[in-house]
């Protein structure tokens, strides 16, 4: 499966990690901060541990338009700009972006529905040519921004190009004087502002420092030229008035007991921004939508302005375990009973990432299991079992020693990867899929046995550095998979599409997360316990709101989106058209953390109702989701789970488990 401002709210932590916290102690941290992600896992700790490990590089890294010395931007919404023999479109709604060889081109995407797919265009509505340039290069990004440096023939610098994921400007700063040249002229509208009109619209432009006319622009050194479009009603001075150029953005978030809070600011100023659905519902009252909407993949994107785009997300926890505590003595029995087998029935662990760590997870699972039914027995097996997989996955040393079951460290792409590749890893493809597993599975054991933690820290910190540290360590990136303003991940590495990046697995996100919060409370990491929280409760709302329970585009026939991408949404997946895939890849593997997949019964029946029975691709992911609709469902569940076929449970559960969570929903 190839799948690719400060926060105005005083805000405290409180992490209770564990299912009903089973006599955990909560970790907590100081109430009124507003942190930042630079907090975890920083440069000082991340670098001696990679110089543990070994270096190489299984996968060469692509031709890339990269300034020197920058840590190439993997899983970023941009990444297909910055990689690739020619840079890809790239979506910072609600604008899509073109890079060319002597300047850019903007446009607002025109969106078709179809029952399968709704897509948003690339087209170029306004080009931008700046006389002279040789080369252009990504000289800087930011959670939320990337900047092109515009080169002469010499090397020298021309202007500066900046694009922002919400922002509508696309700001242009001149170096030294310049000359542009659009596709379209200009007409003269007010102080510094210019407007034309393109077949989807109109286009503002403001200049300072520098001359219009006609289709020709001319900036003085420090000159700036930024375009917008207008939205339909509105006057074009409106947005103009916040059209100072955009010099980057800054992250910054709370966690509180109930709620989550993300600030995204833009250069520090009184900005205009669009509004995302999982950002609308919780939007800080400091923000004011009057600036009209855009249209997009994701419906009309209210344009609001304020000092920061600041929003909640209700707070998500993980959970090591299902609660078994309300279960009866013969369902604690029956379980007791398959937990032995499923535990006596396990497979050899497989040597890749991706299914090695859908192992691991397995038996972490069956370990808590068999320790709540009192399967001692079976208890002391998966425990051994799990002990001895996780340290020989985390020495430091394995991939000196063997070729499989263990990581290094790769220079060029900077980062953790394993020395058996799966799906594309090696190019940094998925990795917050494959390492959610280990984290949440060393998270569980630790719960087990805290003695394992210092064994297992040195390369699990390190698995947790490559999809989430807080730096740029210049080992390994900041936020490598995560997206601020999205509030979802992006999968795939280098991105060499031209719909932008995509995710597909919102729940292996999700899990992603989890093993994080789960690994922070067995470290007593605070900062990454804070960190984990804010990522576990943003992608969690993500996935409901994109994914599993969206609202339905006019003209779409499902219930549910198979593949976000920056350009479109697709009911599909990368390995099947079959709607169990489809459903099942947005609930794998329905882990004691998937409670934010509950919500209204008569959506999720209309999901699963999609699907053909409870046979096919995931479909064991599917009857689990069927029985968070109801008891009546669930008991069904249970009955389906007891007979179902081996061949029809997927490997990162076990027939124990597809019972015991259907149990604790009757």
């Known amino acids: ?58 996968a060469p890294l692509p031709a890339n338009r990269l300034a020197d010395g920058l840590t190439p931007p993997t899983n970023r919404w941009f990444s297909g700009l910055v990689f690739g023999d020619e840079p890809q479109p790239v979506f910072p709604l609600p604008l899509a972006f073109t890079l060319g060889p002597q300047g850019f081109g903007v446009g607002l995407p025109q969106v078709v529905t179809s029952a399968a797919a709704v897509v948003g265009s690339h087209q170029e509505d306004v080009t931008v040519t700046v006389a002279g340039v040789a080369e252009q290069v990504v000289a800087a990004y930011d959670d939320a ?50 407007t034309a009109t393109t077949p989807t619209g109109s286009y503002g432009l403001s200049v300072r420092d520098g001359a219009v006319d006609g289709d020709a622009i001319d900036l003085d050194a420090g000159g700036s030229a930024v375009f917008f479009p207008v939205p339909a009603g509105h006057d074009p001075a409106e947005l103009a008035a916040f059209a100072a150029p955009v010099t980057g953005t800054t992250t910054a978030y709370d966690v509180g007991d109930g709620e989550v809070t993300t600030s995204l600011t833009y250069g520090g100023q009184e ?37 920061a785009l600041t929003w909640t997300v209700p707070r998500h926890r993980a959970s090591a375990g299902l609660d078994l505590s309300g279960l009866g003595t013969t369902q604690r029995s029956e379980l007791a009973h398959q937990v032995a087998a499923d535990v006596a029935g396990s497979s050899a662990p497989p040597e890749d990432t991706y299914f090695g760590g859908k192992w691991l997870y397995r038996q972490a699972q069956l370990l808590d299991l068999a320790s709540q039914v009192g399967a001692t027995e079976a208890e002391d097996a998966a425990r051994t079992s799990l002990t001895t ?83 740029d360590t210049g080992v390994t990136p900041r936020l490598r998979v995560y997206d601020v303003y999205a509030g979802h991940s992006w999968a795939s590495g280098t991105s060499p599409f031209a719909d932008g990046n995509n995710q597909e697995s919102s729940s292996e996100a999700v899990t992603a997360w989890a093993g994080l919060a789960l690994w922070a409370q067995a470290t007593e ?29 006019t003209g779409f026939a499902h219930q549910v989106f198979g593949i976000s991408w920056g350009g479109k949404r697709d009911h599909a997946t990368w390995f099947s058209s079959e709607a169990s895939a489809v459903l099942g890849i947005q609930l794998i593997p329905m882990s004691p953390s998937a409670d934010y997949l509950v919500g209204d019964p008569a959506r999720i029946r209309a999901a699963v109702a999609e699907v053909d ?54």
């Open 145 to 194: 921004s990337f900047t092109v440096s515009s080169r002469d023939e010499e090397d020298e610098e021309l202007g500066r190009t900046v694009v922002a994921e919400g922002s509508p400007f696309v700001s242009h700063v001149a170096t030294q004087a310049e000359r542009m040249t659009t596709s379209v002229g200009w007409t003269p509208t007010g102080d510094d502002l210019w």
């Open 613 to 666: 029975g409870f046979r096919g691709p995931l479909a064991d992911y599917v009857l689990l989701y069927s029985a968070l609709a109801g008891g009546t469902e669930a008991t069904a569940a249970v009955a389906d789970a007891r007979t179902r076929p081996e061949e029809s449970i997927d490997d990162a559960v076990s027939r124990s488990y597809l019972m015991a969570f259907a149990m604790t929903r009757e």
């Open 525 to 553: 990491d605070a900062d990454l316990a804070a960190e984990a929280a804010w990522l576990l409760s943003s992608e969690a709302a993500a996935a409901r709101t994109y994914w599993t329970q969206p609202d339905l585009p």
């Open 271 to 307: 900005a205009a921004f669009v509004v995302m659905p999982v950002q609308a519902a919780g939007l800080s009252d400091e923000v004011t939508c009057d600036l009209g909407s855009f249209a997009s993949v994701y419906g009309e994107l209210p344009v609001c302005r304020g000092p």
């Open 389 to 471: 997989t996780l340290e020989r996955w985390t020495d430091p040393a394995g991939c000196e020693e063997r070729a499989t079951q263990c990581f290094l460290h790769d220079p060029e792409w900077r980062g953790i990867v394993g020395q058996t590749p799966a799906f594309g890893s090696e190019e940094f493809n998925d990795h917050h899929f494959h390492y959610g597993y280990f984290l949440y599975a060393a998270g569980v054991l630790a719960a087990h046995d805290p003695t394992v933690v210092d064994r297992l820290r040195p390369v699990m910190d390190l698995l947790a550095a490559d999809i989430a540290g807080g730096s």
């Open 1 to 58: 499966m190839k799948r690719t401002g400060t926060v105005g709210v005083a805000l405290g932590v409180l992490l209770c990690l564990v299912s009903g916290c089973r006599g955990d102690s909560p970790m907590s941290a100081p109430d009124g901060v507003a942190r930042r992600p630079e907090a975890a896992l920083p440069t000082d700790v991340v670098v001696p541990l990679v110089e543990a490990l070994p270096r190489r590089t299984l």
